[in-house]
C-alpha cells in the first residue's frame, strides 16, 4: 500500500457537487492499494500515521503527532497511486487491486484509524472526487509498505 499524507489547515471532498468529507487540522491521506497488498500492510500504515510526528510543537519543531494536536483525517482512496510509468507515455495500473480487495483494505485502515480516536471523513471509493485542500508548510510524505 502507498499512502500520501499531507498535512493541512483544512480538505474537503466533492462527489456530484455534494461536500462528502471534510476536515480542519490534520491529514489528507491519498490511499493507494496494491494487488500484493494484506492486512499487514494495513496494520503497519495505520501505526506510522498515527504516530507520525510533523506537527509543530513550543519550539517550532515538528515533533507532535496528529492526535496530540487533535487533528483530523480525510481519507482518499486513489488508486493512481499504483500507477506504472516505465514504458510509454501512457501509466499502467495492472500493480493495483481489483476494487472489491482494494476497498476492503482501504475501509479496514480508515477503521483502524478510527479506532485510536481519530475522526475520519472519507471520500467515496472509486468515484470521481474533487479534493479541496490547504497545504500546511507544505508538508508531504510518502509512506509504502513495501520499504519498511
Known amino acids: 500500500m502507498r499512502v500520501v499524507i499531507q498535512r493541512v489547515s483544512s480538505a474537503s471532498v466533492e462527489v456530484e457537487n455534494t461536500c462528502v468529507g471534510s476536515i480542519q487540522k490534520?491529514?489528507?491521506?491519498?490511499?493507494?492499494?496494491g494487488n500484493e497488498d494484506t492486512e499487514e500492510d494495513v496494520h503497519y500504515l495505520a501505526r506510522k500515521i498515527v504516530n507520525l510526528r510533523v506537527f509543530e510543537d513550543e519550539e517550532g519543531k515538528m515533533n507532535r503527532s496528529l492526535k496530540e494536536v487533535g487533528g483530523q483525517i480525510l481519507s482518499i482512496s486513489q488508486f493512481t497511486l499504483l500507477a506504472n510509468?516505465?514504458?510509454?507515455?501512457?501509466?499502467?495500473?495492472?500493480?493495483?487491486?481489483?476494487?472489491?480487495?482494494?476497498?476492503?483494505?482501504?475501509q479496514n485502515l480508515n477503521e483502524i484509524l478510527r479506532?485510536?480516536?481519530?475522526?475520519?471523513?472519507?471520500?467515496?471509493?472509486?468515484?470521481?472526487?474533487?479534493?479541496?485542500?490547504?497545504?500546511?508548510?507544505?508538508?508531504?510524505?510518502?509512506?509504502?509498505?513495501?520499504?519498511?
Open 115 to 148: 479506532s485510536h480516536d481519530l475522526i475520519v471523513e472519507t471520500g467515496i471509493f472509486g468515484a470521481d472526487m474533487q479534493v479541496q485542500l490547504i497545504n500546511d508548510g507544505p508538508v508531504t510524505i510518502l509512506i509504502d509498505s513495501k520499504n519498511k
Open 85 to 106: 510509468t516505465k514504458k510509454g507515455n501512457r501509466p499502467s495500473f495492472i500493480e493495483a487491486a481489483q476494487p472489491e480487495v482494494g476497498e476492503t483494505l482501504y
Open 26 to 33: 490534520g491529514f489528507v491521506l491519498l490511499v493507494g492499494v
